[in-house]
């Protein structure tokens, strides 16, 4: 025995060794230092985004099981399978992560690619986890698109013992709720092949979503098999895509006269601005419709009138569509136009009364900052309340960001002019909050800066403008920050950070160096920018406007002949020069216009001509009469948007 040992010694201690590594592998991996795991994470990021997939995909499977990036790392483990085209491992590492980390974030997702994955290989148990999503607390995308997945493995089923009508309610839900979604053509095409002989009502769902995909011959032959009372909408919408205006306008006619109640409200509305955008004349055209109209909606076609009305008949059709539908979809904005135009006709009593109406009937109203503005005008200008201040200063109060809390504050104070030279100071864009805990998934992401996975994190709305902002995507920065402000009821304090997403100051110092050797404000600049690019200065427009300021070639051309510039039109696309073509430009609009901004700000948006003729016939006693009565609702939103922005860029970074 002893010479046995003897003889084994190193085969024994060659497998103690390996047994000891072995478990000290396991350990680490059990129990990461949190440092190694960030370390390993990165690295595997760096991998990731260099392409190099199976390295990631390593480095990825390093991470330890108890660390709270480890359902984030298989995440990335089956991204990386899928680039390198390995099916099963990115089955594995799915279905590790919703077995192993069943709460993550990530668990559904995981789970629903899974099911994804393996729908050919093993339709049951994708059936199974589908219906587990659909069971779950998942989001309603998730259910509604399983709910389709689980309908399609029934339909090709043999054996199935659904009834028809259960297998089809997961195809009718899907294109009901997602018409234009990622699977609605998939949805469409197997929902036809499933049943050849479905119902007017399912021809009419099925036709639509072969419209929206843009399959207009397909979609014609699929709605031709519907009945017109279901059909009338979306086949007149799709004879307009095939030029067939004869009969999209007969078949206008015939629905909103016969069968208004069943169409879907965005496809009657749809159809209706295509009949009256493609007749000679929109007002008579609305008139005609409304006559003929019967039952639901009947009041789009009426405000639809009322906004292509004669400026003689508009105000009046505004009151009569309030009158007739007090309740409906436009009554709020059928009683601002009546109160304001018996204010322009000098019936205050009246444009009091209805101010007073709307106050009390819309308190949630995303336009009660503009009522409240004209009712405090009514106390300042009409009735010569000694207190009219109070109800400037409300406005403010309650909606400090607005257009017309910038408007309520300069007629408070006094201020003459429309802007008031005032010096930003630059402050970085930062994280919109505290940071998260210490040690939480999101912090650690920070950390490592895997931003697309914090997206998947979070619902927030600031914090998707924050990790757009670090992936340089200024647009979309922007937008989903404005978005995310404009759910807040209450506004926060204008030092917090989360202001700085909404109106960002890039591109700050070609601003401030331009502007101030125009003339120009250079807050007034920002805004201009903000509103015509959000910042992206490659932008290109339909029409062919250029850059950060958005300028048309043959007049950014003119000006800077002008002044002495000869350009080829891509250096419309560099910052620098635009910025400074779109301060010369904007400067010499506003000289044009008596140093008038708000004036010059229509001007950029209308045309100088246009708003030179508005001066001459319109009638007004101030700023706030004039711009309520700009003709084109683009050009009087555009004044809006970019005097708000204004406004709200003196406000967050004044010095």
């Not at 129990?31 to 994470?41: D, E, H, R």
């Not at 994708?126 to 779950?136: H, Q, T």
């Amino acid at each position: 025995m002893l010479d046995f040992l003897r003889e084994n010694k190193k085969v024994i201690i060659a497998v103690s060794l390996g047994l000891c590594l072995c478990a000290g592998v396991a350990f680490e991996r059990l129990y990461q230092p949190s440092a190694k795991t960030l370390k390993i994470y990165s690295q595997g990021l760096e991998n990731y985004n260099s392409k190099d997939y199976s390295n990631a995909y390593y480095l990825f499977s390093r991470v330890g099981y108890f660390s709270k990036l480890k359902p984030v790392a298989l995440y990335r483990q089956a991204l990386c399978a899928h680039a390198l085209g390995d099916e099963a491992s990115e089955v594995d590492a799915y279905t590790s992560l919703f077995k192993h980390f069943p709460t993550s974030q990530l668990s559904t997702e995981a789970k629903y690619k899974t099911a994804q994955l393996i729908i050919d290989l093993n339709p049951q148990k994708a059936k199974r986890y589908f219906n587990e999503i659909i069971l779950s607390g998942a989001d309603e995308d998730y259910k509604v698109a399983s709910e389709y997945y689980k309908s399609k493995i029934e339909s090709e089923n043999p054996k199935t013992r659904l009834k028809k009508s259960d297998i089809e309610k997961g195809f009718r839900n899907y294109l009901t709720k997602y018409p234009n979604g990622r699977l609605a053509l998939q949805v469409a095409k197997n929902w036809e092949i499933y049943n050849p002989a479905m119902s007017s009502s399912d021809y009419t769902l099925v036709g639509k979503a072969l419209m929206l995909s843009g399959m207009y011959k397909d979609a014609e032959k699929v709605l031709n098999r519907a009945d017109t009372k279901d059909n009338w909408a979306v086949a007149g919408l799709n004879s307009f895509k095939l030029g067939n205006k004869v009969k999209a306008n007969s078949l206008t006619i015939i629905g909103v006269s016969k069968y208004a109640k069943n169409a879907e409200k965005e496809d009657y509305q749809a159809i209706v601005d295509e009949y009256v955008n493609h007749s000679d004349n929109a007002y008579d055209s609305a008139s005609e419709l409304l006559k003929i109209a019967q039952g639901e909606n009947k009041d789009y076609i009426w405000n639809l009138k009322c906004k292509n009305a004669p400026k003689t008949d508009k105000y009046a059709c505004y009151e009569e569509l309030y009158a007739s539908y007090p309740n409906g979809d436009y009554a709020q904005n059928a009683m601002i136009k009546t109160m304001i135009g018996r204010l322009l006709s000098k019936n205050y009593a009246g444009a009091k009364i209805v101010a007073d109406d709307f106050i009390i009937k819309y308190p949630d109203s995303e336009n009660l900052d503009m009522v409240m503005f004209w009712r405090a005008k009514i106390e300042q200008k009409y009735t010569h309340n000694p207190n009219y201040e109070i109800f400037y200063r409300n406005v403010i109060n309650n909606f400090p960001d607005s257009y017309f809390a910038y408007r309520a504050f300069w007629i408070v104070q006094g201020i003459n002019s429309s802007v008031m030279n005032t010096k930003l100071e630059y402050k970085k864009i930062e994280y919109p909050y505290k940071y998260p805990q210490k040690g939480s998934v999101l912090y650690n992401l920070i950390l490592v800066n895997d931003y697309d996975m914090i997206n998947k994190y979070t619902k927030d709305g600031f914090i998707k403008s924050w990790v757009q902002y670090k992936k340089n995507n200024y647009v979309s920065s922007s937008y989903t920050a404005q978005k995310a402000m404009d759910k807040l009821k209450n506004k926060p304090p204008k030092d917090d950070p989360r202001w700085r997403l909404v109106y960002p100051l890039h591109y700050f110092k070609q601003v401030e160096n331009n502007a101030g050797h125009f003339k120009n404000d250079a807050a007034l600049i920002m805004a201009i920018i903000k509103e015509e690019s959000h910042f992206n200065p490659y932008a290109q427009s339909g029409v062919g406007a250029i850059g950060l300021m958005q300028l048309m070639p043959e007049t950014a051309h003119e000006v800077g002949e002008r002044n002495g510039y000869q350009f080829n039109t891509t250096d419309l696309f560099n910052p620098e020069f635009n910025v400074k073509l779109g301060n010369i430009y904007y400067s010499q609009l506003r000289n044009a216009l008596d140093n008038k901004d708000i004036s010059a700000v229509a001007s950029y948006n209308g045309g100088i001509g246009s708003v030179q003729r508005w001066k001459e016939n319109l009638e007004y006693t101030d700023t706030d009469e004039f711009v309520e009565q700009i003709p084109y609702d683009e050009t009087k939103n555009y004044v809006y948007k970019v005097m708000k922005s204004y406004w709200n860029y003196t406000r967050v970074y004044q010095k």
